[in-house]
């Protein structure tokens, strides 16, 4: 358990320095086996890796653990048969995906001994990603309603789903739990989740060994397909082309599709148009940035699936100082408990400013000026306006917003955010807060402007 924890840290730590496609491709299924100041041995999943880990990253992998405070003087890697995090293979699996769907250049030398595609649905589905354990609040929870409603009634309603948002806010976690979710409904459902940088690395071999047919009838085959971060097809044509007519495929045989990105497909650079059309045509979720308080409740959750309850002041702190990134949120925790855990000491607020105070995240603190300041910029309103008499429609949304980020971001009480904004009675502060509330699911401009303004508060 102990090492567990710490080697999740280091994960996210090395998650954040290296490449997608190379921490797919040699992090993510190792796991720490021991750790000693003298020897540690990390568990890999084949000979290949171990080679590759031990020649291109092992020191990384040695500063990382310094840098959580534990160094060691000797790393080695050991090939383990197993992970305990299974995936549900319908069938047997017979590439190793790791050595496949690898993009480093050296991987290519063990790729020409495979000998094409054959693989099973469902091989990217990772069961720890359910419905179940994703937290719903503010920011995320039309995405999540529409995921629910398509675990239950796959192809009918939103097709193609198109999830997009920023990084680390759960758009992967999100969009796999639809899968698992169905596989568990419908046993012999046959569910692809591919990212697409794996898509476009199986084209290209699939070129190369001739082996386009079986590509594509393999992908058009399925019952849904989840593509995650489409935006990586920008200017790559020929796998536009194949991704486009595979979409009509299943589009027509009413196979559902479901699609995620970080940005909307009207922002993704040079991709076909009628592909870019083709992905407005079911339902466009943009995702947000969870607020504070969703924020403070994955925390909580994720603690307590380590059987540690953290104090409210640890969680509002980690909350507070990373604010935008779900996934460096839960580095953090990670960090903290696995240092307490190695100390045997129950995490506090001190030991979680000094571990996060030593990391690349610093402490943010937003005064009320400064959120009001940014609804300014953002609106092009003056401030004076806003803290003004004026009941202009272009007036009073700005100022609305300014109460909510004010609740949101600080929760100050109405009297003191009615007291910020200048206003007499604490009710104008229930009602407009209670107004942005309600339009944040029906108005994508104020969405929009409320994550933007975000951005900015945390740049
Ligand atoms: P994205 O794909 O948007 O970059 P991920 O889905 O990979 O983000 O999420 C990053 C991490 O944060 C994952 O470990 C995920 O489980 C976690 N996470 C994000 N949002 C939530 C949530 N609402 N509830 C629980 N965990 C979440
Ligand atoms: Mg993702």
Redesign the pocket.
């Known amino acids: 358990m102990q090492t567990d924890g710490l080697w999740k840290a280091v994960l996210g730590e090395i998650e954040l320095s290296v490449s997608k496609g190379s921490f797919l491709t040699w992090f993510k299924n190792t796991d720490l086996l021991r750790y000693d100041q003298d020897l540690t041995i990390v568990g890999v999943q084949n000979v290949f890796i171990q080679q590759q880990l031990e020649k291109k990253f092992k020191d990384l992998i040695n500063e990382t653990l310094t840098k959580k405070g534990y160094p060691s003087k000797k790393i080695e890697f050991k090939i383990i048969t197993s992970k305990s995090t299974k995936m549900i293979y319908d069938e047997p699996v017979i590439l190793e995906d790791v050595a496949v769907f690898a993009n480093d250049e050296e991987a290519e030398v063990e790729k020409v001994n495979l000998n094409g595609l054959s693989h099973s649905y469902r091989q990217g589905l990772n069961e ?2 359910t419905l179940d ?5 503010a920011g ?1 929870e039309l995405a ?1 309603a529409a995921c629910q409603s398509i675990a239950q009634n796959p192809g009918t309603k939103y097709n193609p789903l198109f999830i997009y ?10 969009i ?1 739990a639809v899968g698992n979710a169905l596989a568990v409904n419908n046993p012999s459902i046959r569910i692809l989740y591919i990212s697409t940088e794996q898509f476009v690395q199986e084209f290209v071999d699939a070129l190369r060994f001739r082996k386009t047919a079986d590509f594509a009838s393999y992908y058009r085959s399925c019952d849904v397909l989840i593509v ?2 489409i935006q990586f097809i920008a200017g790559k044509e020929k796998i536009q082309e194949e991704f486009f007519h595979t979409f009509n495929a299943l589009h027509q045989a009413n196979k559902q599709i479901i699609i ?1 990105s ?1 940005k909307p497909p009207k922002d993704i650079p040079t991709i076909e148009e009628r592909l870019r059309s083709r992905f407005t045509w079911g339902m466009s979720i943009d ?1 947000q940035t ?1 607020d504070f308080e ?1 924020r403070c ?2 925390i909580k ?2 603690a307590l699936n380590h059987s540690v309850d953290l104090p409210d002041e640890v969680v509002e702190y980690l909350s507070n100082n990373i604010p935008t ?3 460096e ?2 580095g953090a925790l990670n960090h903290l408990l696995a240092f307490c855990e190695m100390r045997a000491v129950d995490p506090n607020i001190g030991i979680a400013t000094s571990l996060l105070g030593s990391s690349k995240v610093r402490p943010k603190h937003l005064s009320a000026k400064q959120i009001i300041d940014k609804v300014s910029k953002y609106y092009q309103v003056p401030v004076e306006d806003i803290l003004g008499p004026k009941r202009d429609k272009d007036i009073v949304v700005p100022r609305q917003v300014a109460m909510y980020i004010l609740r949101s971001e600080l929760h100050l009480s109405f009297p003191k955010i009615a007291k910020e904004l200048s206003r007499k009675d604490h009710t104008t502060a229930i009602h407009s807060i209670d107004k942005i509330e309600k339009q944040f699911h029906l108005d994508s401009d104020i969405r929009e402007a409320i994550s933007a303004i975000k951005e900015r508060l945390y740049a």
């Open positions: 720890k990603y354990n994703f937290v719903v609040g995320n999540f948002g920023g990084v680390g806010i759960g758009k992967t976690h999100l796999q995650d971060d995620s970080d995702m969870p969703t409740a994955i959750t994720k990134n779900i996934r949120l839960e």
